[in-house]
């Protein structure tokens, strides 16, 4: 694995071959491990180790990368090379800022949570197999197949530059996905933290079994509008959609479903949302793709729309644009993405605010009259850019609430629902967890109840 | 790292020789019974614009090798991106002890579908090397695309995109075998947004998230009439602002090629996945409706329903063209679905035998030389009908229906039954003649009451074989390319419009 002095001395030397006016170089290095399990064994188990070095170079207001992943000197060499000959034939581009010259000692002061936890870097493949051991133990004793993976890795990120850019951020990571399967239902648990011993394989395990055997013998029920109890992986995976219309460039763009609506009450009023990496259970680096530390910033508050996130070079473009007053407070808030790209930026570490009186899943349950409980959705893809319509599946565990009480399983169904319609509807909100799902980010939400959700189409299983 | 090299030289084939020899050795002396070695060189190329500037340039090479053993009647996998010999082989102990740890849950040992092993030596037919071209002329040819889209009043973003990728891979077993393949692509597309009121439109070209990909040289931009669409493309996305929405009930759909393409993808090539269907995706992709059972038993479409899986240089440039697949099986073209009866399955190796095949179906692919080859789609393509028919001729064989252009969302459950795909617009057919533009068009159903509701597909003139760059499976997961041919065809009775039932 790289460290920030190997990492500095690559720099030095970069910078001795390049004949730019500006160099920045970007580093990600990872040792990977994922073991992956199904039908009740190990099918498929890997490792890989990769160090990546990616190099920016700017001629005045031309800029351009070049990455590769060899680090002697002639391989070096050519990704600057190949970095310059790009950014010398690009067209001068006004809005291109010189590069960043370093954060303040204030930005970002005591925002450095451990992200890195020796004994999770320390896991070995005979571990995960017997975590995978464990797992498929509580799928025989309930006569269900598992599928599903463990894995842990560390990761290194770097930024540094001509201007004095030196940002590190060392972690490792841990997850675990669990699906058990029965003949006609299945349930499904995720989790993933920075540190593994705070994952609770066998306890992940007994919910999904858990999960497969209430679904068991699925009935259709009508699709329409519905109660819906969404669990936290469910709430992310919905909620992922709409954080790259946080940026700035979005709204300079004007493909962002907040044209219009930054300042307004755009969401219910017990919809807080934030962007902080230093939250406890979060997990990332500090810094953005420019090296500028990340603030945390109050995206959401009462449901309304009070701010958006921005790179420098997004930050002054909306501070000369004809949008300057209606976004709230405008400033370079450390999520821009590496530059070039398209995209400019988006928040990548939120947080929702917390209820003020948490509710149980169960508790959830128990005040439901009729309405669906919503383990994990599937598929999630985008239907209406601006109204923000999702559609999707169900997936893993789908059940009948009636009277208070889970009934029974339900055949999966289809939703197309909008996000704005989503968070302006939550009767309820549980405790934040760290959520992980598939189709978004990992990101601290609580489960949901919300009503009238749209539900269009039944499926088969 | 820019120029690409034509042909190797002799001191990277000796290294490339001794890298896999270093990991074989290893890999046998540590107790493997099977051990496949990939180097991989992968170089490629972004250039984007936005709104009349560069919003992306990028290139990049990754380069590195990864050894795949059974040990103990179990598969371990290993990758390092270092080439020396201590990393080599210390990369293949790796791979022959996460074997061994794998083999602590097991139930049978792995048996493989017996396959000749082979030297080879293949490259992707192209006219030009994309690396060698000018990138100031690529990226003048997107500008002036942007300009065209922008020239377009009410348009209020254009992007476009411009992609190469090289791909060189040694690949060498204890068995024997000794591939060596190169693999280009190239890649283009813009889109143009319009957002007036409460509703942002949006027109691609040649069709939507990237545009057309190919396993070609860059011939392939020349060939797409890029600047000569551009206006209509614009114009197009700022008609849909004052388009009327599409309505909702059931209609006969004509679908354009390229989201048929996507249809074939999800509702026919996904499933058909061998691994899914034996549940080794169940946590992840999901499995599939298709059981072992319905092979050779299910009418999966109409009469006029033929699919194939077919990874073979005659079949065109594809994304899933290939010599040999990553386990060194060579190309082959498997009948799918024939006149509309379910006929086969996407294998590897290691599955084929569960199905009672000789051999693999040769579909094995990954992402990279960091990934374990995985049972992946290659061309998946629908014939085009023998009956000489235009797509023009079919809307005007169609008395009362909706034809739909250029995929704007797509969803499909699971199992792969249920889905759902938006379009980016659609015009209502009346009598033969397309009369009235339409927005937000979507239709939805079930996989085998659709492909049994095909009652005219157009013939070969229209056919084209599409690329999906970005199709995502696997854990961890990869993105892989996939090709598509397909020409125009008709569905009867189609649901209409679910996608918005239910919105304000």
Redesign the interface.
């Known amino acids: 694995m790289l460290n920030k002095g190997q990492a500095g001395e690559i720099f030095t030397r970069i910078k001795e071959f390049a004949s730019a006016d500006e160099v920045e170089v970007s580093f990600f290095s990872t040792a990977?491990?994922?073991?992956?399990?199904?039908?009740?064994?190990?099918?498929?188990?890997?490792?890989?180790?990769?160090?990546?070095v990616?190099v920016r170079t700017a001629f005045g207001r031309r800029?351009?990368?070049?990455?590769?992943?060899?680090l002697d000197d002639e391989?070096l060499r050519?990704?600057v090379e190949?970095?310059e000959?790009?950014?010398r034939?690009?067209?001068a581009?006004e809005?291109l800022l010189p590069m960043f010259a370093g954060n303040s000692k204030a930005a970002g002061e005591g925002a450095r949570p451990t992200r890195y936890f020796a004994e999770t870097a320390a896991i070995?493949?005979?571990d995960?197999?017997?975590t995978?051991?464990q797992i498929?133990g509580v799928a025989k004793r309930n006569s269900l197949?598992t599928?599903?993976?463990v894995?842990s890795s560390v990761a290194v990120e770097g930024i540094f530059n001509s201007r004095g850019v030196a940002e590190w951020h060392e972690q490792t990571s841990s997850e675990i996905?669990?699906?058990m399967?029965a003949g006609d239902s299945?349930g499904?648990q995720k989790a993933n933290s920075p540190d593994a011993g705070q994952l609770n394989a066998v306890g992940l395990a007994e919910i999904a079994a858990e999960k497969a055997r209430r679904s068991a013998g699925p009935r259709e029920i009508p699709a329409g509008?519905y109660t819906v109890i969404l669990e936290p992986a469910a709430v992310l995976d919905m909620v992922g959609f709409m954080f790259y219309d946080f940026g700035g460039l979005a709204i300079l763009?004007?493909?962002s479903?907040l044209?219009n609506r930054v300042g307004t009450k755009v969401f219910g009023e017990n919809v807080d949302i934030w962007d902080d990496v230093a939250h406890p259970l979060q997990s990332g680096a500090e810094f953005d793709g420019e090296g500028v530390r990340r603030q945390k910033v109050q995206l959401v508050e009462k449901g309304v729309v009070k701010r958006l996130v921005y790179a420098r070079a997004s930050a002054e473009r909306m501070e000369r644009s004809e949008y300057k007053d209606k976004v709230g407070p405008i400033a370079a808030t450390g999520h821009g993405f590496s530059l070039?790209?398209?995209i400019g930026e988006a928040p990548m570490n939120i947080v929702f605010g917390a209820a003020a009186t948490p509710q149980s899943i169960d508790q959830m349950v128990a005040s439901t009259e009729r309405g669906i409980l919503v383990t994990r959705l599937?598929?999630?893809?985008?239907?209406?850019?601006?109204?923000k319509?999702l559609?999707?599946?169900t997936?893993d565990g789908t059940f009948l609430v009636e009277n208070g009480k889970i009934q029974r399983g339900v055949l999966?169904f289809?939703f197309?629902e909008?996000l704005i319609?989503l968070l302006s509807n939550v009767e309820a909100m549980g405790s934040l967890v760290r959520a992980s799902g598939?189709e978004s980010f990992d990101m601290v939400v609580p489960a949901m109840k919300v009503r009238e959700f749209?539900f269009?189409?039944?499926?088969?299983? | 790292m820019l120029t690409a090299e034509c042909s190797p030289s002799r001191d990277r084939l000796k290294s490339m020789k001794d890298i896999a020899a270093w990991a074989l050795n290893v890999a046998d002396m540590r107790g493997a019974s099977y051990a496949d070695v990939r180097v991989a060189d992968d170089r490629s190329r972004a250039l984007s614009t936005k709104n009349g500037k560069v919003g992306g340039a990028s290139d990049a090479e990754s380069f590195g090798v990864g050894v795949r053993v059974i040990a103990d009647g179990a598969w371990g996998f290993a990758a390092s991106d270092d080439l020396s010999r201590a990393a080599v082989e210390a990369t293949a102990a790796r791979a022959v002890e996460i074997a061994k740890a794998s083999a602590r849950v097991k139930l049978h040992d792995i048996r493989l579908a017996a396959e000749k092993a082979v030297t080879a030596e293949w490259t992707t037919p192209f006219r030009i090397d994309p690396f060698t071209t000018s990138v100031e002329e690529n990226l003048e040819l997107l500008l002036k695309i942007d300009a065209e889209l922008r020239g377009v009043a009410g348009v209020t973003l254009a992007e476009t995109n411009m992609n190469f990728r090289r791909e060189e891979q040694w690949f060498a077993s204890s068995e024997g075998a000794d591939i060596h393949q190169t693999k280009y692509t190239t890649g283009v597309g813009y889109a143009a947004h319009a957002f007036a009121g409460n509703e942002i439109q949006k027109r691609s070209y040649p069709t939507s998230f990237g545009g057309q990909w190919q396993n070609k040289g860059y011939e392939l931009i020349a060939e797409l009439g890029l600047i000569e669409n551009a206006r209509r493309v614009g114009e197009e996305a700022v008609a849909l602002l004052s388009a009327e929405q599409c309505p909702e009930g059931k209609f006969d759909v004509v679908l354009e090629g390229s989201q048929l393409g996507l249809q074939i993808h999800e509702s026919v090539g996904h499933p058909i996945e061998l691994d899914r269907v034996l549940g080794m995706e169940a946590n992840f992709a999901g499995t599939s409706f298709l059981t072992l059972d319905k092979l050779r038993t299910l009418r999966y479409g109409s009469d006029l329903v033929n699919v194939v899986a077919d990874a073979r240089q005659e079949h065109g440039p594809g994304l899933g063209t290939f010599a040999f697949d990553e386990e060194g099986v060579a190309a082959q073209s498997t009948p799918i679905i024939t006149n509309g009866l379910f006929t086969g399955y996407l294998s590897s190796r290691e599955t084929a035998p569960t199905i009672g095949l000789a051999r693999s179906g040769g579909t094995l692919r990954a992402e990279g030389w960091n990934r374990l080859p995985i049972i992946r789609m290659t061309n998946i393509s629908i014939l085009p009908g023998e009956r000489p028919l235009s797509c023009e001729q079919l809307i005007g064989d169609t008395d009362d229906g909706i034809y739909m252009e250029t995929n704007r969302s797509w969803s499909i459950d699971d199992k792969r039954y249920n889905f759902q795909f938006g379009c980016e617009i659609g015009w209502e057919i009346k009598r033969g003649k397309r009369v009235r533009m339409l927005k937000n068009p979507s239709y939805s159903g079930i996989t085998t009451e659709f492909w049994n509701a095909m009652d005219a597909i157009c013939s070969r003139e229209e056919w084209v074989l599409w690329g999906i760059p970005h199709c995502g499976k696997g854990q961890p997961q990869q993105v892989m390319g996939t090709g598509h041919g397909a020409s125009p065809a008709r569905f009867r009775g189609v649901k209409v419009g679910s996608a918005y039932r239910g919105s304000e």
């Open positions: 990977n491990a994922l073991t992956r399990f199904a039908n009740n064994i190990i099918h498929q188990n890997m490792a890989e180790e990769n160090v990546v990616s800029t351009a990368r070049a990455t590769t992943n060899k391989s050519r990704v190949a970095s000959k790009l950014a034939v690009q067209h581009d809005d070995t493949a005979e995960r197999a017997a995978v051991e498929v197949t599928a599903g993976i894995s996905s669990i699906t399967l299945s499904w509008k763009d004007q493909r479903f044209n070039p790209n398209e599937w598929y999630i893809r985008e239907v209406d850019p601006y109204e319509i559609t999707g599946m997936r999966n289809r197309n909008s319609h598939e749209n269009t189409e039944v499926t088969k299983f």
